[in-house]
T-cell receptor, first 113, second 114 residues
Framework: GEDVEQSLFLSVREGDSSVINCTYT??????LYWYKQEPGAGLQLLTY?????DMKQDQRLTVLLNKKDKHLSLRIADTQTGDSAIYFC?????????????FGKGTKLSVKP | ETGVTQSPTHLIKTRGQQVTLRCSSQ?????VSWYQQALGQGPQFIFQ???????GRGNFPPRFSGLQFPNYSSELNVNALELDDSALYLC?????????????FGSGTQLSVL
């Protein structure tokens, strides 16, 4: 089945850019998502990209998709302490039903002042 | 705020008991999905309900069951609780319109099984 991998930790200084990486195995994945989870909270949808796109920009967020390498990244420009959270990459799995997102284990982003 | 509300926020049960978790969808959404998030892991798909019918299921045993009501709210029931059922249970609502399915999550119910 589909597998989604992420590095577990990332530490950056306030004001720097953060890049969170994700790889996936199913080349038929059509939609790919980034979610943010703060302590004690549910998941907040940050952005998504359709598989026929290479890049999507949304304010401080840039998503890059390399479909050949099955690699997705999320760049956060001018990272702030409020960006400290766990970031999940997720891909839509059509093998089951719509709404069946396959998540990575999450990358914990720590932003140091 | 996603408009998805879950209750209760925390729950403690003992092994063998049964539990019911509740979820109210975001206004205008017709689909509810349930996920289990164990500590330090990503969420795992349990099942999805669309128009009151189960519309797909992940790798969870039959003691995990659900309901969706005409107002699109939903329940997750777990029978014969096991210690490994301790997790954060997340409900997500969406509008099934084909293709992109943006899920909006509630804050979850933290279930502890002792």
């Amino acid at each position: 089945g589909e597998d989604v991998e992420q590095s577990l930790f990332l530490s950056v200084r306030e004001g720097d850019s953060s890049v969170i990486n994700c790889t996936y195995t199913d080349s038929s994945s059509t939609y790919l998502y980034w979610y943010k989870q703060e302590p004690g909270a549910g998941l907040q949808l940050l952005t998504y990209i359709f598989s026929n796109m290479d890049m999507k920009q949304d304010q401080r967020l840039t998503v890059l998709l390399n479909k050949k390498d099955k690699h997705l990244s999320l760049r956060i420009a001018d990272t702030q302490t409020g960006d400290s959270a766990i970031y999940f990459c997720a891909v839509l799995n059509y093998g089951g039903s719509q709404g069946n997102l396959i998540f990575g284990k999450g990358t914990k982003l720590s932003v140091k002042p | 705020e996603t408009g998805v509300t879950q209750s209760p926020t925390h729950l403690i049960k003992t092994r063998g008991q049964q539990v019911t978790l509740r979820c109210s969808s975001q206004s205008g959404h017709n689909t509810v999905s349930w996920y289990q998030q164990a500590l330090g892991q990503g969420p795992q798909f349990i099942f999805q309900y669309y128009r009151e019918e189960e519309n797909g299921r992940g790798n969870f045993p039959p003691r995990f069951s659900g309901l969706q009501f005409p107002n699109y709210s939903s329940e997750l029931n777990v029978n014969a609780l096991e210690l490994d059922d301790s997790a954060l249970y997340l409900c997500a609502s969406s509008l099934k319109a084909g293709g992109n399915e943006k899920l909006f999550f509630g804050s979850g119910t933290q279930l502890s099984v002792l």
